[in-house]
């Protein structure tokens, strides 16, 4: 079955650290997001991507870093000068007709211990 | 960035009654969409809109894409305790392929 697959579903970091949460889809989509949720802020945009190596920089960017080096992943690297990163991450992708919106994946909870 | 006006942003409500939720804009969009997320999940897409005045049905729920282009509207009827979760609009303006977000309508269902 076609899908988007995030992993891990729960990740703990140290202050200090790195964390790398991982996104993989196989619809042969071209674009791929990145978004933050945050309890009663809705859903906000931290990167995208359109096409296989390019990708742009979304509301919330700071402290985050992507790669896109494959159409089948989207990488999202929460680096230690993001100051609150406790939160729950989706990623998203759509084809570049974009006809029926986003397809999200379960999401990944980071929590700073 | 933008953001969609979406009202309620809560509502409780009895098992078996209604429940109706809108999102407006200031901008004229072309494509309106209608998510639910279950509590720990990704949101799945409920119904999408492409024409405007445009009424789409699914199940017990009707969605509406507004004559200005600038709001849409949900409704659930008869609802189950399934239906609990947060419900998010969507909005697509011509030429981006990116989507705009309302904040969230979050539904309780009491049994």
């Keep these: ?113 | 960035g933008q953001q969609l006006n979406q009202s309620p942003q809560s509502m409780f409500i009895q098992e078996g009654e209604d429940v109706s939720m809108n999102c407006t804009s200031s901008s004229i969009f072309n494509t309106w969409l209608w998510y639910k997320q279950d509590p720990g999940e990704g949101p799945v897409l409920l119904i999408a809109l492409y024409k405007a005045g445009e009424l789409t049905s699914n199940g017990r729920l009707t969605a509406q894409f507004g004559i200005t282009r600038k709001d849409s509207f949900l409704n659930i009827s008869a609802s189950i305790p399934s239906d609990v979760g947060i419900y998010f609009c969507a909005g697509q303006q011509g030429g981006s392929e990116k989507l705009v977000f309302g904040k969230g309508m979050k539904l309780t269902v009491n049994p």
């Design chain 1, 1 to 113: 079955d076609g899908g988007i697959t995030q992993s891990p579903k729960y990740l703990f970091r140290k202050e200090g650290q790195n964390v790398t949460l991982s996104c993989e889809q196989n619809l042969n989509h071209d674009a791929m997001y990145w978004y933050r949720q945050d309890p009663g802020q809705g859903l906000r945009l931290i990167y995208y991507s359109q096409i296989v190596n390019d990708f742009q920089k979304g509301d919330i960017a700071e402290g985050y870093s992507v790669s896109r080096e494959k159409k089948e992943s989207f990488p999202l690297t929460v680096t230690s000068a993001q100051k609150n990163p406790t939160a729950f991450y989706l990623c998203a992708s759509t084809n570049r007709g974009f006809n029926y919106g986003y397809t999200f994946g379960s999401g990944t909870r980071l929590t700073v211990v």
